[in-house]
Structures are given as C-alpha cells and as structure tokens.
C-alpha cells in the first residue's frame, strides 16, 4: 500500500570475511523522502548502502523495495529492481564520453528521463558531453554519475558522500540538483559528513555508530539534537 515505506529495512546484518560490520540496521525511506545517514568514519554507512544493493554477499536481515524482497533477488538483478547506487568513487567510465556514460546504463524502468531532459538539468554536461571521463572535474563526475542514474528510470537514489572532495560552489550546485529531483518525486538515501549540505536537503536523519542505527530524528528537530550529533560525530 503506500502508506508502507518505499524502503524497509530490518535487522541487516553484514559482514566482510569473518568482520561483522552491520549488526542489525533498521531503517525506512518513504516515496519521496530525503534521508541521511549520518555518523564517523566507519560505522557502518557505506556498508549500509552496499548491503542494500546487494554488493556484499554475507549478509542477513530484511531488505523490501516496493514490496520486493531484496534479499531474494540475485545480486545482478538489484540494480533493476529500481534502485541507482551512485558510489563514492563515482564510477565513471574513464575512455568514454559523457554522452557514453550516459547511455550506458540499462534502462530500468518506464519514466526515466530522456538525454535532452538530463541536459537541461544538467547543462554543463551537455557542454562537455563530448568530453571522456578522465577530463572531467570532480563536480562534473559527481553529476555525470548521478545524471546516467536518472535516464534509468529508477525510483530511488542511494548517493554515497556526493559532495566529498568538491568545492564548495560546486556542493551548493549538487544541492541545488538534488532539491530539483526531490520537487520532481525522486526518493533519496544520502550518506553525507558534510553536514550542513544535508540540513538544507534531508527530511529525517539517522544516526549511526558501531554498524547500527542509534537515533533518527526529523530536520525540524535539529536545533535540539545539536549537542548529541556534537558527541556523535565529534563535530
Ligand atoms: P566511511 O565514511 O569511512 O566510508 P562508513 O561509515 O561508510 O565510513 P564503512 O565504510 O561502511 O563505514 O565501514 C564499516 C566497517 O567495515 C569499518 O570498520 C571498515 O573498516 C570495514 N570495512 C569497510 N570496507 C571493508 C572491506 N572492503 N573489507 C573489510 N572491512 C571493510
């Protein structure tokens, strides 16, 4: 139904060799929610998304998508579930051309949306869009990476550290972008230490340390939660 969450998980357990790195997350996004882990390097939030995805192979617990059981689909077929994991690392085809990165990727799903639509959001890659990856800047990969997302059709985006490293011009355009994708419905689990980028974007916060989530709370509740995301971080 859709009062039920887009993404729901429970008790997801990780581990990479005989390292236990998640130890029971709980977690829901909501149609057309912002959501943000937040937390020290470590705890546990890349894991988190790598879980979800199904790129780390020991792992338990619930994962449910529109209702999908994620933990049944093999890992080749997670990508088309709907979901678009946009790495820290990026990702981008270094030989190839924006216009090539762009079309790479296998269309998903029915309303994604076409080259042209991504350029006007996207106008400085129509500029380079004969450009090869190697040439870009770190901005331009940044959205090159999150632009051949959206001609997928996907219906959520799980966005790894999208500001790390960039100047801070550059992170005020990503979170100009991702205002726009949010107006337009997408739903968005972002990882993010860049705090204040978050605060202007995120509808709810979850906090994590030691491989679980340990608070969650609302933007509005920020003010209040300054003096434990000061411990919690060490910001
Ligand atoms: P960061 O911002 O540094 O990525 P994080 O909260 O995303 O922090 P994770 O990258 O998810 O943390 O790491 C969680 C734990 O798993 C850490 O203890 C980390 O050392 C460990 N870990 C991460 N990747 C691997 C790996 N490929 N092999 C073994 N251990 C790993």
Aim: no cysteine.
């Amino acid at each position: 139904t859709d009062a039920s969450p887009l993404l729901r998980v429970r008790g997801l357990n990780a581990w990479y060799g005989e390292s236990h790195a998640l130890h029971g997350v709980d977690l829901d996004v909501s149609r057309g929610e912002t959501v943000t882990l937040l937390g020290r390097n470590g705890v546990g939030k890349t894991t988190t998304l790598r879980a979800i995805m199904g790129l780390i192979r020991k792992r338990t617990g619930e994962i449910a998508f529109e209702g999908q059981d994620l933990m049944r689909i093999p890992l080749h077929r997670t990508a088309h579930s709907g979901i678009g994991f946009v790495p820290e690392e990026r990702g981008i085809f270094a030989t190839l051309t924006v216009d090539e990165n762009l079309l790479l990727p296998p269309v998903v799903a029915e309303g994604g949306m076409s080259v042209e639509e991504i350029f006007d959001l996207f106008p400085n890659l129509k500029f380079r869009r004969n450009s090869q990856g190697t040439k870009l800047s770190g901005g331009e990969q940044q959205m090159l990476a999150i632009a051949r997302m959206l001609r997928t059709g996907v219906k959520m985006l799980l966005l790894d550290e999208p500001t790390e490293g960039l100047a801070p011009v550059i992170v005020q355009r990503i979170g100009e972008l991702l205002a726009t994708l949010k107006a337009r419905g997408m739903t968005i689990l972002l990882v993010e230490q860049n705090f204040r980028f978050a605060s202007r974007i995120a509808d709810r916060f979850y906090l994590m340390e030691h491989g679980k989530v340990v608070g969650a709370f609302p933007v509005g509740e920020l003010p209040l939660q300054m003096t434990r995301l000061h411990e919690v971080l060490g910001v």
